[in-house]
């Protein structure tokens, strides 16, 4: 039963912290969104400045619907944890209610026993009226611990009557609390709707606009396949560089490995019409020696064997794949690292939200329209600082119409693309750390300011998302 009563303690413990920590981070979550939701008001007031309608206001207020929710979501859970927790005082008051009246109900049994002995005649009586000294003893015994309990019983419904009335007290608390969180949530939603309604009207004036809208599609189109180009270009650039690189490096490997296995010089051969004295031969060959010794002594054309060329080994060129990197020590150790950020890499801009997310999806008012995005766009405030997510060298710097300027940093065999930028600080080149400024945000001609994100392993694309912090 000990042990029993210990594990219920700690069980209650645990819970007590699991509560806290629900509420703490729920707390969190709260004052995220309100700050995600406070920027992004920011964002869509900027947006505005120019034009009433965009893309760019659309991307906004669909983000801004998504954070609602989110806040609505967490002021839910805010609510059933109140109520659970003002449920659960409530038991706890019911069950301190019964306790208080067993106690009431026990300590007037108390007292009326104590009235039967109240007076000092009495209490001497029932002394005196021991049988033996044992008797005696134990009476004596029961009237000072009867006196003591009696005592203790009062203590104990005093403490019991205040946990009752903290409990209550807690009870209204909580669900004070619980409608608080209740009138928040209905404004959110009034909020909700009203962000919905605005979504709705821009939606249905981008359609009208469906030619207009075609025609910038197209031109952005023609800017991705440029940049796509770029990178590719400048990736497969790299990858010849290092080939070559590996290639002189495996052929010198290889022939430093057929010098220290070349076999020995045969010994040198008799040449045509010389005279050479032999030892006198043993064995197998003196026949032969013999013949030979005679032919050169009359003077006779000694003619030599024709040997087998032996084959000069070549050194062979060594297979590459056309789609790899290869990298030197410095490179591999900097790869190495830059992989284990996965799910762990800084934001390229201080602030902002994914507006236009990585692959094919559908354009988000052009009916029966796929988009394909090789990156991710985020949007963000005009002129925002744009930093490298890690170490690198800058591969290139160049400006394409239609998305501004752009920068592509090599970190090994992985490289990080930066687009629609409106200046740049780096240069071709140029070695740069985490978090290092490399120019900042432009913003085109709608108000909408973002920037185009990519990551590549060689020659594919990743998705920057699954790399970038949550």
């Known amino acids: 039963m000990r042990y029993i009563g210990l594990i219920i303690s700690l069980f209650c ?8 920590d629900k509420k703490a981070q729920l707390e969190q979550q709260k004052k995220d969104n309100l700050a995600k939701i406070k920027e992004l008001n920011s964002i869509i007031s900027r947006t505005s400045k120019k034009k009433n309608v965009s893309i760019g ?5 669909k983000e801004q619907i998504v954070v609602q929710k989110k806040q609505i979501n967490v002021l839910n859970e805010n609510q059933a944890m109140l109520a659970a927790e003002a449920t659960k005082l409530t038991r706890e008051s019911d069950v301190l209610a019964a306790k208080l009246e067993r106690l009431k109900k026990n300590y007037a049994l108390m007292l009326y026993e104590a009235h039967k002995v109240s007076t000092v005649s009495n209490k001497i009586s029932f002394l005196l009226l021991s049988q033996d000294l044992g008797e005696f003893t134990r009476r004596f015994d029961y009237l000072r611990h009867f006196t003591s309990n009696r005592k203790q019983q009062a203590h104990k419904i005093f403490e019991t009557r205040q946990d009752l009335m903290t409990k209550k007290q807690q009870v209204v608390f909580k669900k004070n609390e619980e409608k608080k969180v209740l ?3 209905e404004k959110e939603k009034a909020t909700l709707e009203v962000l919905k309604t605005k979504e709705t009207k821009v939606v249905t004036v981008l359609t009208q606009q469906e030619k207009k809208l075609r025609t910038e599609l197209e031109r952005k189109k023609l800017a991705i396949r440029k940049l796509d180009n770029l990178i590719a270009g400048i990736v497969q650039r790299e990858i010849q560089k290092s080939m070559e690189r590996e290639r002189k490096l495996r052929m010198a490997a290889q022939a430093r490995k057929l010098e220290v296995n070349k076999p020995a010089l045969p010994k040198p051969k008799l040449e045509e019409g010389m005279v050479k004295k032999y030892e006198k031969p043993t064995g197998a060959e003196s026949k032969e020696e013999a013949k030979l010794e005679a032919r050169v002594e009359k003077k006779e054309v000694v ?6 060329a032996t084959p000069v080994a070549k050194v062979e060129e060594p297979a590459l794949n056309s789609n790899t990197y290869y990298m030197n020590a410095d490179e591999a150790k ?4 830059f992989a284990a950020l996965r799910g762990r890499m800084p934001f390229p801009v201080p602030s902002g939200f994914i507006s236009d997310h990585f692959g094919v999806h559908k354009h988000p008012v052009l009916k029966g329209v796929m988009v394909n995005n090789n990156g991710i766009d985020i949007q963000t405030s005009a002129g925002s600082p744009v930093h490298t997510v890690y170490d690198g060298v800058v591969a290139t710097v160049q400006n394409i119409p239609g998305i501004n300027m752009v920068v592509a940093i090599q970190h090994g065999e992985y490289f990080t693309v930066y687009s629609k930028l409106a200046n740049v600080s780096v240069s071709t080149g140029q ?3 985490t978090g290092q400024r490399i120019g900042s945000v432009a913003s085109d001609e709608d108000g909408t300011s973002e920037i185009n994100f990519q990551v590549w392993k060689n020659t594919v694309h990743q998705n920057p998302e699954s790399w970038l912090r949550r």
Not at 57 to 61: A, D, G, P, R
Not at 334 to 337: F, I, K, N, V
């Open 13 to 20: 413990v645990f819970s007590a912290w699991g509560q806290v």
């Open 57 to 61: 206001k659309l991307n906004v207020l």
């Open 183 to 185: 009138v928040e949530k």
């Open 303 to 308: 003619k030599p064997k024709k040997e087998v």
């Open 334 to 337: 900097l790869a190495s690292s």
């Open 431 to 433: 070695k740069i750390k």
